[in-house]
């Protein structure tokens, strides 16, 4: 992976980040979760600057990093797209529905599209299991969704977001 | 809540809000306002009712009226109707299944008749944000007199005479738990919730943090003063803001109202309670993963001996504790042993809160008596199969537990009678699933899950759930043979023996119940490469009769991939290199011209 060059921001919001949980090893996930939730994913970079400040192994927080399925390595989509593969929304269908999202995007589980508005996941039960199959697009539900309803689904975000042509500065 | 002559509860679980319950509320609130009934009517947002299936839900008080699939625009017609003018809006009534006649006060529905609620006794009930709420019901009156009245041992003894067990899945009596970690001497000892619920589609622990957090806070409190801890922590999930959110309020309110912090009540005890987030590994779960993780390290399990009661938390003792576990002990205290232990079997005492979920017609959240039948909670309280089509399997304990046949229906729910049938109690994961189901499927679906979710700390579980799931891989595609399925077998009981903790030695259980009570359907998997629940891809394909097709063209315009092909009033046909099988085209058929072989 190519290295990127964190931004004198960056690294300032890292390091507030570590000081405000008292550069403590044992803190490394609270850590982590606020360095995700302020930067929105956690690149290598991240690691090796959080390592150094909590005056760990650069390899245990890659360790820690990876053992949980909550955090990214790779940047999120505009709108991140989840399918519940939880065992109720399984037996209603949701592998059909995740089919057809993929094919739709044309992009696998852990990808974005090209363009950077799509993300595709799966997690582990939603909690709504009333309304299976479900699929989350970003903080919003959607329940009993049929493979049919997919296209439109996807549309809402991409017409939604047409916005003017940007011209660079 | 004694000043308003009315409540309008709406349900705000997760089902519900999913369903825009929040602008159902906000609704209501403008149209309180707008009718000038400020005084006298009080909205108020819930936790979880349990009846998922017809949410949202919103019921008022003091008649107790259940109005079912509200929408935000029914509103104005629930304020002007049924608050001004007195009138039941008929339209949002449950109907009864048998008979279509409406139901008005949940009371009389099959879906609550049987039901038994002691750890989700407020749920639906109070608003989980105010404190007075939970007060108002007897909320902290058991954490006074434990402080006030009884010494630890009293009560530890109390919670024994009980016969509660640990509600996580182990069944481990949780008045033992508390009493090893009361004798361990330690500087500092701490109490911890288990809130990493990872069981997928088991959501019991979740709502009740959403409708009633200040049970676990106030349990958490008494366990902390029977084993001598000051500090709690709670082990949450991350992707649950709703309950981080709730928590958070809980505890901020006790501790204003003294119930949490220095000398609580006066007397010296002191407690106090933190937040852990846990970052999304199902084997977090099990103790000792769940202490590493708290610690900030990889949530991998080590060996017991030693037990978190004796050596836990950064080395000291410490009671882990599930969330459901914690909701019931308050009233253990308040009503007594005695009345606990009169509910459920001989083994199993209390109740126990089940996720109904799969292919029912009520999904929902359940607490029934222990000792209930499988077939009153599937077909009394569940409803029964949707679409009227035949019940094949219900599985329970999750990932963990294995899938039950219709010769178990009548057996009681406890943890013995669930484990000698092959399956568990696990978290309260209830999963049903109809003739379309196929198992080997479903086997596999679990084997994936913890493929996925193994630490890879210990061998038999890392690579040997690797190969199961190659061979169920396999046998699905149709390349499966009949020697697959004995080396399954053994691969299993090897995989049990040997991993280190309960995620591995479990982890076999939805294979070897399948294989016990479905080996039929793995055969004609192996041997005749079919499946006959027309599930796998690989071996289903889709055809269209031509001599019953009308070419009304309904497939073709459903088909999400654009497999099918005809003129109008033409038979059509279905091009099976792009079909998806995702039966669509199957279901929408009126004229039944489509066969799945």
Known sequence: MPKIKLSQRTIEIVKEICLSFENNEGELINVLHEAQHKLGYLPAEVQELIAHELNMSIAKVYGVVTFYSFFNMLPQGEFPISVCMGTACYVRGAEQILHEIKRQLNIEVGQSTPDGKFSLNCLRCVGACGLAPVVMVGEKVYGRVAPQQIRKIIAEYQEGCVRPEKHEM | ?597
């Open chain 2, 1 to 597: 809540m004694a000043d308003y002559k009315m409540h309008l509860l709406v349900c705000g679980g997760t089902g519900c809000n999913a369903s825009d319950s929040e602008q159902i509320r906000d609704n209501l609130l403008t149209e309180v306002e707008k009718h000038d009934l400020n005084d006298e009517v009080q909205v108020v947002m819930t936790g979880c009712f349990g009846f998922c299936e017809k949410g949202p839900i919103v019921k008022i008080l003091p008649d107790n009226t259940f109005y079912v699939q509200v929408k935000p625009e029914d509103a104005s017609t629930i304020v002007e109707e049924h608050l001004i003018k007195g009138r039941k809006v008929e339209r949002l009534l449950y109907k009864d299944p048998e008979n279509n006649e409406p139901i008005s006060d949940s009371k009389h529905m099959e879906f609550y008749k049987k039901q038994v609620r002691i750890a989700l006794r407020n749920c639906g009930f109070i608003n989980p944000e105010n404190i007075d709420e939970y007060i108002a019901r007897d909320g902290y009156a058991a954490l006074a007199k434990c402080l006030g009245e009884r010494t630890p041992q009293q009560v530890i003894d109390e919670i024994k005479l009980s016969g509660q067990r640990g509600r996580g899945g182990g069944g481990f009596p949780t008045g033992l738990k508390w009493e090893i970690t009361s004798k361990s001497v330690a500087d500092q000892k701490y109490v911890v919730c288990n809130a990493d619920e990872g069981d997928p589609g088991a959501f019991m622990d979740r709502s009740i943090l959403e409708g009633d957090p200040h049970s676990v806070i106030e349990a958490m409190a008494i366990c902390g003063y029977c084993t001598g801890s000051t500090k709690g922590l709670v082990y949450i999930r991350a992707e649950y803001p709703l309950a981080i959110q709730r928590l958070k309020t809980a505890i901020k309110q006790a501790r204003e109202y003294g119930l949490l912090g220095d000398e609580i009540f006066g007397t010296p005890f002191s407690f106090d309670i933190t937040l852990r987030y846990g970052a999304g590994a199902f084997v977090c779960g099990e103790e000792t993963a769940l202490i590493h993780s708290m610690e900030g390290l990889r949530g991998e399990p080590t060996f017991k001996p030693p037990f978190p009661s004796e050596s836990g938390y950064l080395g000291k003792p410490t009671t882990v504790n599930n969330v459901e576990t914690l909701a019931s002990i308050p009233v253990i205290i308040n009503k007594g042993a005695a009345f606990f232990n009169s509910i459920g079997t001989a083994k199993s005492k209390g109740t126990k809160v089940f996720a109904l979920a799969g292919k029912i017609n009520n999904v929902g959240l359940i607490e029934v008596p222990m000792g209930t039948t499988l077939r009153e909670v599937i077909f009394d309280i569940g409803g029964g199969i949707k679409g009227g089509k035949k019940f094949k399997a219900v599985q329970t304990g999750g990932p963990s537990g294995g899938c039950l046949t219709n010769s178990f229906l009548d057996t009681p729910i406890d943890y013995d009678n669930l484990i000698s049938a092959g399956s568990m109690m696990g978290s309260g994961g209830m999963i049903v699933m109809d003739e379309d189901d196929c198992m080997v499927s479903i086997a596999k679906f679990y084997l994936e899950f913890t493929l996925d979710e193994s630490c890879g700390k210990c061998t038999p579980c890392r690579i040997g759930n690797k190969r199961l799931f190659e061979i169920l891989d396999k046998i699905t595609k149709g390349l499966g043979t009949e020697e697959d399925l004995s080396r399954l077998r053994s691969l299993c009981k090897v995989i049990k023996d040997t991993s280190l903790c309960g995620l591995g030695q479990t982890s076999p259980n939805p294979i070897l119940s399948t294989l016990d009570n479905f080996y039929d359907e793995y055969l004609a998997h192996v041997k005749e490469h079919k499946c006959p629940a027309g599930q796998c891809k690989s071996l289903v394909k889709y055809t269209i009769n031509h001599d019953k097709c009308t070419g009304c063209t309904l497939c073709f315009r459903n088909c999400p991939v654009g497999a099918i092909a005809g003129e109008k009033r033409a038979p059509h046909t279905i091009d099976n290199s792009i079909c998806i099988k995702c039966g669509v085209c199957y279901d929408k058929c009126k004229f039944d011209a489509i066969s799945v072989s």
